[in-house]
């Protein structure tokens, strides 16, 4: 958004002939532009961690940068004009249709992973084992007392998956038919609505049996297992005769997709060295799990928690903007 | 109306039920007889009658797809592109934007990004609580003046201000523009009827085509960041101003037409002289309904880049911090009513004036004006030196915690079997058969019935109309969505006009009732509705139940707030024949006032279902599988086409309804002797 220029010269002279100085944060290398780099903020606290990080750690290495407010869908068409300049978290999973769209078109590059793994499979609270005991085995989940264990008075005697929203993907419809889980997919709108429906099950120990991710605070809030489905081959969701059912595809888990960052394709020439420190920037599950903890479950701030982190870690941070 | 026609008209309810076997009951019974058949026995025959074939599907997605890049990356005028000139427009948005912002939230900046630097900080929010009190005081005295200053206060406490400030200044900005725009658009459509013609549909299409189905053109065209925000905001929250203006216009009595003439107005200022000064209480629900919408837009244009309290609403919510997302939610309802009752008050008194004020001395004359400038004057040099005075301080901040949570928690664990037993017995025994009778029908019989029904209210046109939109929802591939969608809103408009037209009867018979009703109204149409979605899934689980309270929720305001207008309205002349000629307080009711309120309950209804329509992208949040799902996949799809299409088809459903009860109306109007 270009600011009205002029006027904000104008009254910087004034406030300089006032007498009020200031100084500019100059650490910058040379020739970069003074322009600011936006990075895109969704609504996940996770997503909120990892961008300001990156933030502050080219804030310290003298860029100027401006977080934007941004749907994670809706940002492409931004991130594709250069309005926005940097995505710092598109699931594997969730974001890459959108991503692939944008990097055919030239305008968006994919600047590598985050070093976060995607998790996404089928969750359980603990307090089911007891009513369903062969968990966390996907068999178990075939018997029919299980099943019902899981239904609800719509899908009775089925029981009842609450599968992410449908614009997740996931194959879970093409996965209970291949296993032959008596099991109906309901499908949540959203991922708040996913683990709205959680917490009241949670609350009641109600039987519910749904589609959770990590990184995220749910599983660190909840006591639950993953279950265990035969393990992905990319095979398994081509060809048929791969994995457990020799008609079907989709017959197993689901991949573990590495979270990507994105970056308007512009980036590499007007921020040379920023560029190469998004490229650099890297972080795991285990650190990030407890950083969106900490937020979410403990009341501290992004801002307290990334400040946090950034003292603990500054030689890896240092590394990345040399 | 004369007296005499009121008592005639009253006679005509006691006129026995006729059971003639006219021409028309034959072809509607023929007509109803063939369509059984054909739903019954027709599968075998006649295929296609029930699944559009595929081979004749429009392949409308891929055009509208193209068209929108060659707009996007084409379109010319000579001199300049069509992307240059929407970015030159976003460009003359944003001055005043930045302004706006700069004065309540950012202070004035100099630079960009973190290398800005503030030159001046921005209004301190002692400073604003006192501005928009004394404009309160200005417009309705001291009453007004402690309402807006406890609606800011609300924010202050609860420490939302920031946010709210966001918000407020990109409202600042849409909401004179949608009211200026609505109301020229309004008047061009009662001078001149080419213009209404034209407009009707593209006002039900700006209304009703979900936002979600244009919001990637309008990042592409306008750039990402608030101005597109303000730019979907206006798109959406127009139309009911440029509607109410049209028919408040059109109510404006002859004999004031009649005066303007006679004094020889000439046509502007018969315009702006004589007939918008004397549709003003029509025109203050529009900007009524301006407000609210723009408010209502607050979460959707915080995901595009507006920040504000709709990013609060979705990221307290995200972690089901529910208590967190109703402060938020409430601060938008604070911001509404505040700026709904200055709004109010201030045309209240534009109204009233006439004799110039001729005091001597600049300080007599405005001692509020002198007031503000004291006030933002010493709360800015305070604040250099009590920081408490420049921003609310953290310590006294309020928060509710996590008492709705719990307050949730005890709900949840306590009743949430009768609630499911209630549930269940609604879903299974009306919901999912309504649902299921729907997408049995066969679409060719539907649209042929459709085309019946506009021919016998409204004649070939309304027929051709009908029947061809229809049509063009089952030649895209869109039949079932189109019917669960049906399903949802036709459910949740018939719940919600039981409950809102007898609602909005009652506030208007009794007047002490009428405001608790409005303050509840306007906080359901500006509440964002995430903010009861994510309890309501906890109470319901996801699926249509959820999304149908939503719906009835967000959509019940307009059936009570035109039924109060429309009963207000009329013509106390005529209530005070009645009495005369010695009905009961029912008898007046149901035989003068209701009959007369039709055309603006009517309107009402038309509205709710206009509202339910747009109520779809949210609903699409708690999985249902409609229309309003479709747009939502092609939005995360980035797929331009696929979406517009989607929202078309809604936009379709919503004037075919539209169409058939206007038509409906006018000819019970015409039976009524209402026509004027």
Same mark, same amino acid.
């Given at each position: 958004m270009p600011r009205p220029r002029r006027i904000s010269t104008a009254l910087t002279l004034a406030a300089l002939a006032l007498g009020i100085t200031f100084a500019p944060g100059? &650490?910058?290398?040379? !020739?970069?532009? /003074?322009d600011p780099i936006k990075l895109t903020l969704h609504d996940w606290t996770g997503q909120l961690i990892t961008t300001t990080i990156m933030g502050e750690v080219l804030k310290k290495a003298g860029y100027n940068i401006e977080y934007v407010q941004a749907d994670y869908i809706a940002q492409f068409a931004g991130l594709k004009t250069g309005d926005l300049h940097v995505a710092m978290e598109i699931w594997e999973t969730t974001g890459r249709d959108a991503m692939d769209e944008a990097t055919a078109t030239g305008q968006v590059e994919n600047l590598g992973e985050t070093g976060m793994l995607a998790i996404e499979e089928w969750w359980y609270p603990a307090y089911m084992k007891d009513k369903?005991?062969? &968990?966390? %085995?996907? /068999? !178990? &989940?075939?018997d029919e007392a299980c099943a019902e264990a899981f239904s609800t008075a719509e899908t009775a005697p089925k029981g009842r998956y609450l599968g992410?929203?449908?614009?997740?993907?996931?194959y879970d419809d093409e996965r209970v038919t291949a296993l032959d889980l008596p099991f109906e997919v309901v499908h949540a709108g959203t991922d708040a609505a996913l683990f709205a429906e959680l917490e009241s099950a949670y609350q009641r120990e109600a039987p519910i049996i749904l589609w959770i991710y990590a990184p995220h605070w749910a599983p660190a809030k909840y006591q639950g297992e993953w279950v265990e489905f035969p393990p992905y081959s990319a095979e398994c969701y081509a060809d048929?005769?791969?994995?457990? %059912?020799?008609? /079907?595809?989709?017959?197993c888990a689901k991949p573990r997709g590495p979270i990507w960052k994105v970056a308007f394709a512009g980036v590499k020439d007007k921020w040379p060295g920023a560029y190469q420190a998004i490229k650099a920037f890297t972080v795991d599950n285990d650190e990030m799990g407890a950083m969106v903890s900490a937020v979410? &479950?403990?009341?501290?701030t992004v801002d307290e928690v990334v400040a946090d982190w950034l003292a603990k870690n500054e030689e890896r941070w240092s590394g990345w903007i040399d | 109306m004369s007296a005499p026609a009121a008592t005639a008209m009253i006679g005509q309810g006691a006129r026995p039920w006729t059971s003639a076997l006219t021409p028309m009951r034959l072809i509607w019974a023929a007509a109803l007889l063939a369509f059984v058949l054909l739903w019954q026995f027709g599968e075998p025959i006649a295929e296609w009658a029930f699944k559009y074939p595929s081979a004749l599907r429009l392949p409308l997605k891929t055009w509208i797809g193209g068209g929108m890049d060659w707009l996007v990356e084409e379109a010319h005028f000579g001199l300049f592109s069509f992307t240059e000139l929407t970015r030159f427009v976003a460009a003359v948005i944003d001055l005043p934007y930045r302004l706006a912002l700069g004065l309540l =939230? =950012?202070? *004035? *900046? =100099? $630079?960009?990004? =973190?290398d800005a630097v503030q030159i001046l900080p921005p209004l301190a929010w002692v400073a604003v609580i006192g501005l928009v009190a004394l404009m309160g005081f200005h417009a309705g005295g001291w009453r007004l003046a402690l309402l807006v200053a406890t609606c800011f206060g609300f924010i202050a406490v609860f420490g939302q201000w920031h946010n709210a400030m966001i918000t407020l200044a990109s409202i600042l900005i849409a909401v004179p523009l949608g009211v200026a725009g609505g109301l020229l658009l309004g008047i061009a459509a009662f001078r001149w009827r080419t213009v209404d013609q034209a407009l009707t549909p593209l006002l039900d299409l700006m209304q009703t085509v979900p936002v979600f189905a244009y919001l990637v053109p309008i990042l592409v065209l306008f750039g990402f960041g608030p101005t597109a925000a303000v730019v979907a905001t206006i798109i959406y929250a127009m139309p009911p101003m440029a509607r109410i203006t049209t028919l408040a216009l059109r109510g404006v009595s002859t004999e004031i037409q009649d005066l303007g003439r006679m004094v020889g107005c000439s046509g502007a200022q018969m315009t702006w002289r004589v007939m918008v000064p004397s549709a003003r209480p029509g025109l203050m629900v529009g900007v009524n309904q301006v407000i609210m919408l723009s408010l209502n837009m607050v979460i959707i244009a915080s995901m595009i880049g507006a920040g504000g309290l709709g990013f609060e609403v979705l990221a307290a919510l995200r972690r089901l911090d529910i208590g967190a997302g109703l402060e938020a939610g409430l601060a938008i309802v604070a911001l509404a009513i505040a700026l709904d009752r200055l709004s109010q008050a201030f045309s209240q008194q534009v109204r009233n004036?006439?004799? +110039?004020?001729?005091?001597? $001395?600049l300080f007599r004359r405005h001692p509020l004006v002198l007031a503000a400038f004291a006030l933002v004057l010493a709360t800015a040099l305070g604040g250099l030196f009590v920081g408490g005075l420049q921003t609310y301080?953290? +310590? *006294?901040k309020v928060s509710t915690g996590t008492f709705w949570s719990e307050l949730l928690r005890w709900i949840n664990v306590n009743f949430f079997d009768q609630i499911e037993a209630v549930k269940n017995l609604l879903l299974l025994n009306i919901l999912v058969p309504f649902k299921r009778l729907l997408l049995d029908l066969p679409w060719a019989g539907v649209v042929a019935l459709l085309a019946l029904a506009g021919w016998t209210l409204g004649g070939w046109r309304l027929a051709l109309l009908v029947g061809s939109l229809a049509c063009l929802i089952a030649a895209t591939g869109q039949w079932d969505k189109a019917m669960v969608t049906v399903y949802l809103c036709g459910v949740s408009v018939a719940i919600a006009c039981m409950l809102g037209i007898p609602i909005g009867i009652l506030a208007a018979e009794r007047e002490g009732l009428r405001p608790t009703v409005l303050a509840v109204i306007d906080t359901l149409q500006t509440l964002p509705s995430f903010v009861y979605l994510m309890p309501a899934v906890m109470l319901f689980r996801v699926g249509d139940f959820t999304a149908m309270i939503a719906v009835v929720a967000y959509a019940i305001a307009p059936a009570i707030r035109y039924t109060i207008h429309g009963l207000a309205e009329v013509d106390p002349r005529l209530v005070e024949a009645g009495t005369a000629s010695g009905c009961t307080r029912l008898q007046l009711l149901a035989k003068i006032k209701l009959k007369l309120a039709l055309p603006e309950i009517m309107l009402g209804i038309n509205q709710t279902i206009m509202l339910a329509l747009s109520m779809l992208v949210i609903t699409a949040l708690v999985g249902t599988r409609d229309l309003g799902q479709e747009v939502y996949v092609a939005l995360t799809k980035a797929d331009v086409g696929r979406g517009l299409v989607a929202g078309l088809a809604v936009a379709f459903i919503g004037i075919i309804a539209d169409r058939l009860i206007g038509a409906g109306a006018s000819r019970m109007r015409a039976r009524l002797g209402l026509l004027r």
């Open positions: 100059v &650490l910058r290398a040379d !020739a970069e532009s /003074e369903c005991p062969g &968990l966390p %085995n996907w /068999e !178990a &989940l075939k992410g929203p449908v614009t997740w993907g996931g048929p005769a791969a994995s457990v %059912n020799p008609d /079907e595809t989709y017959d979410d &479950l403990d009341g501290k | =939230s =950012s202070g *004035l *900046l =100099s $630079g960009q990004g =973190s004036h006439g004799e +110039n004020d001729r005091r001597p $001395g301080p953290e +310590n *006294l």
